[in-house]
């Protein structure tokens, strides 16, 4: 072995539980799940020779992939996409490895963009109601498929529901307000920001203008 196949562990931190980020001579940083199988990796000064760095970054990054992908689904569902930004975070990045990790999460029920999305959607309905824009954004930061976001889009906000949604919300903007064309100017622009469609808006602040709505509920 020659010294340019060779670097050392010059720093081991916990992170989380028993997993630790191990960093070399050469400035890589490894995630490793703390077990007999991975100790001897966890002692700073430890001299790595290219096998031991195949191991780091294939079955031992599997088995702490595997863990911290747990962890994090534990506080919350996650896009694949988003899975796999934070594997690349902690250093995971062989792609076969990141393939694995990915693929046995699908197949265990707890990668599923498509349920996210549903639970996204009924979310933002119940407690933050916004038009199909906004949702459509927020999932795609999110990394979900524009195939499933159009479909739960139809499914759970139809144009009905966004109207009902839009309409509660400017109810209860319009509380106190007598000033119609005041009114109109205010609520275009929050419910353009609340990401509710072009033709919800202009429907509203029409009957608006007209009466039709106001901070009362019994206005037609």
């Not at 996650?78 to 594997?87: C, F, K, N, V």
């Not at 996210?116 to 038009?131: E, I």
């Not at 209860?172 to 419910?191: Q, T």
């Not at 039709?212 to 509920?217: Q, R, V």
Request: proline residues 3%.
């Amino acid at each position: 072995m020659s010294s340019n196949d060779v670097e050392s562990v010059v720093r081991v931190r916990r992170r989380w539980g028993r997993l630790y980020a191990v960093t070399t001579s050469r400035g890589r940083s490894f995630l490793v799940l703390r077990d007999p199988s991975s100790e001897r990796f966890l002692a700073e000064g430890i001299v790595l020779g290219p096998e031991d760095v195949q191991v780091l970054e294939g079955p031992l990054a599997r088995a702490a992939g595997i863990t911290l992908s747990y962890r994090l689904l534990a506080a919350r569902d996650r896009t694949e996409r988003e899975m796999r930004r934070a594997l690349d975070k902690e250093s995971i990045r062989t792609p076969e490895v990141v393939d694995d990790i990915v693929g046995a999460l699908r197949r265990q029920g707890y990668l599923d963009d498509r349920r996210l999305a549903s639970h996204f959607v009924g979310y933002m309905a119940q407690h933050k109601p916004s038009g199909p824009h906004l949702v459509r954004r927020k999932l795609r930061e999110a990394g979900v498929s524009e195939e499933i976001i159009e479909v739960e889009i139809h499914e759970s906000l139809s144009r009905e529901r966004e109207r009902e949604m839009a309409e509660e919300l400017v109810r209860r903007k319009l509380k106190g307000l007598k000033d119609r064309e005041k009114a109109v100017r205010r609520i275009h622009g929050f419910l353009a920001r609340r990401g509710f469609s072009d033709s919800v808006v202009s429907d509203i602040c029409s009957r608006i203008l007209r009466g039709k709505i106001s901070g009362e509920h019994n206005d037609e």
